[in-house]
């Protein structure tokens, strides 16, 4: 850890442990001051259930925090250190279907990337809208790079995605989606990684491009808060459990080993880096690796995208439970945990929070006080985990504020989806891909 940025490093964690510590002496006391108030059996219930809630957000808010502290301090050592490294070429493998919006512009943005040696190869999945067309002219070569165009008939996109490794002319592959941009760096970034040979897998940081509406703005926080975060404190301990769509780079000998993507969950991306990290190989993060993603810009797409993340992901650990109770290794079960703990236990606890906590202010105006202070305690946590991710990814400071809203208004709605998709995957309801509408906005 050198110089300013490591006491910036430092300056965070400090500020969010100590927002942490306040948060469990708050809520101590809080609870303590209730519960000296009511003897009647639903007040009593309803606030130790929120004080088990209060506390896991605590835990999880402190595990990630330090984890990925140590992963940006060994990043940074890791860049401090770095000697001569080769730039071995990859093929960019790009799965498009009905991407005609935003297929050229992501596929330009391709051209720009700043790396010596790699081939675009573009597998139109069926479309019936105007893709081929558009990717045709870029057909050729581009100085260094050439771009491929192949169609096959629709098969889905694990389908479009395992056309594009079998025809990969090269060792190492990014898979992307159609409708994602990336930076300049990402190939530079993400490729030091595959110095250490039982790295099977680099997972990059996906960002939010429209930000125009309120919506796209709570996703664009969230994307930095609930998932980037996640993923820094997994990359510290090479396990990130699952590897996002916009930009994954691999070994194609590791994706041709475990079978490459398969068609049977609505999460191939999740059920991929479950078999990666089955087979005992390490999947590392790199904040630096950046694809830009459209987000959905209604309440009825944003739910459609969020019902299917979640069935797609308890499709994937369902295919794996045994190893839930007899696990095939520590890191393999954590990942299991971690899946179902953000996709069921925390979605049910805060709806059944929120609904005891309603139920108990109309029933016991005194104890409405005290309900606005717990309140004011998750939010104090959640817009200081927002200004810990927004400093650490140098983001926009625009969207602090929305951490103030967010309990509010926007994880009511994402935490009913969850839910409601839980029971319905449990149900084995039946459901289609339902792909979004594209903006453009690329």
């Known amino acids: 850890m050198k110089g300013l940025g490591g006491i910036k490093d430092a300056f965070r964690l400090a500020l969010g442990l100590s927002t942490l510590m306040t948060a469990i002496v708050g809520g101590v006391y809080l609870a303590w001051r209730i519960l000296g108030q009511t003897d009647s059996l639903m007040y009593v219930g309803t606030f130790v259930l929120s004080i088990f809630a209060?506390?896991?957000?605590?835990?999880?808010?402190?595990?990630?925090?330090?984890?990925?502290?140590?992963?940006?301090?060994?990043?940074?050592?890791?860049?401090?250190?770095?000697?001569?490294?080769?730039?071995?070429?990859?093929?960019i493998i790009v799965p498009a279907y009905n991407e005609g919006l935003v297929i050229e512009p992501s596929i330009r943005s391709l051209l720009q990337l700043d790396y010596p040696a790699y081939e675009i190869l573009v597998v139109d999945d069926g479309s019936s809208d105007d893709t081929r067309e558009r990717v045709a002219p870029l057909e050729g070569r581009h100085g260094d790079v050439t771009v491929r165009l192949v169609s096959k008939v629709n098969g889905g996109k694990a389908s479009a995605l395992n056309?594009?490794?079998?025809?990969?002319?090269?060792?190492?592959?990014?898979?992307?989606?159609?409708?994602?941009?990336?930076?300049p760096q990402v190939l530079r970034v993400a490729m030091q990684h595959f110095a250490k040979d039982h790295v099977a897998a680099v997972a990059g940081n996906v960002k939010v491009i429209n930000r125009e509406s309120h919506?796209?703005?709570?996703?664009?926080?969230?994307?930095?808060?609930?998932?980037?975060?996640?993923?820094?404190?997994?990359?510290?301990?090479?396990?990130?459990n699952i590897i996002p769509g916009p930009i994954g780079v691999f070994r194609r000998s590791v994706l041709q080993e475990v079978g490459g993507y398969e068609r049977d969950t609505f999460a191939e991306d999740a059920d991929l880096t479950l078999k990666i990290l089955s087979s005992g190989y390490h999947i590392v993060y790199e904040d630096r690796a950046i694809a830009w993603t459209e987000a959905p810009e209604t309440v009825n797409d944003l739910i459609k995208q969020r019902y299917?993340?979640?069935?797609?992901?308890?499709?994937?650990?369902?295919?794996?439970?045994?190893?839930?109770?007899?696990?095939?290794?520590?890191?393999?079960?954590?990942?299991?945990?971690?899946?179902?703990?953000?996709?069921?236990?925390?979605?049910a606890a805060s709806v059944v929070v929120n609904g005891m906590f309603a139920a108990t202010a109309l029933a016991n105006g005194q104890l409405g006080a005290y309900i606005v202070w717990w309140?004011?305690?998750?939010?104090?946590?959640?817009?200081?985990?927002?200004?810990?991710?927004?400093?650490?990814?140098?983001?926009?400071?625009?969207?602090?504020?929305?951490?103030?809203?967010?309990?509010?208004?926007?994880?009511?709605?994402?935490?009913?989806?969850?839910?409601?998709?839980?029971?319905?995957?449990?149900?084995?309801?039946?459901?289609?891909?339902g792909k979004l509408q594209r903006q453009g906005r690329l």
């Open 308 to 347: 299917r993340w979640t069935r797609g992901i308890l499709q994937a650990v369902r295919k794996r439970k045994f190893a839930l109770f007899n696990p095939i290794s520590l890191w393999v079960w954590l990942s299991l945990v971690m899946m179902l703990f953000e996709g069921i236990a925390m979605p």
């Open 375 to 433: 309140f004011l305690l998750f939010n104090l946590l959640d817009v200081i985990a927002a200004m810990y991710c927004v400093s650490a990814e140098q983001e926009e400071l625009r969207l602090v504020p929305y951490a103030l809203l967010m309990r509010f208004f926007y994880f009511p709605i994402i935490d009913v989806t969850k839910l409601m998709a839980t029971i319905e995957e449990l149900q084995n309801v039946e459901m289609t891909w």
């Open 215 to 240: 919506l796209a703005r709570f996703q664009a926080l969230e994307y930095v808060q609930g998932l980037n975060m996640a993923r820094r404190a997994q990359g510290f301990v090479r396990v990130v």
């Open 163 to 183: 056309t594009g490794i079998a025809l990969a002319r090269h060792d190492f592959v990014l898979c992307m989606d159609g409708d994602s941009k990336l930076e």
């Open 54 to 91: 209060l506390m896991g957000l605590v835990v999880r808010y402190l595990a990630f925090m330090w984890l990925g502290y140590l992963h940006q301090v060994e990043q940074t050592a890791r860049a401090d250190a770095r000697g001569q490294v080769t730039w071995p070429p990859v093929t």
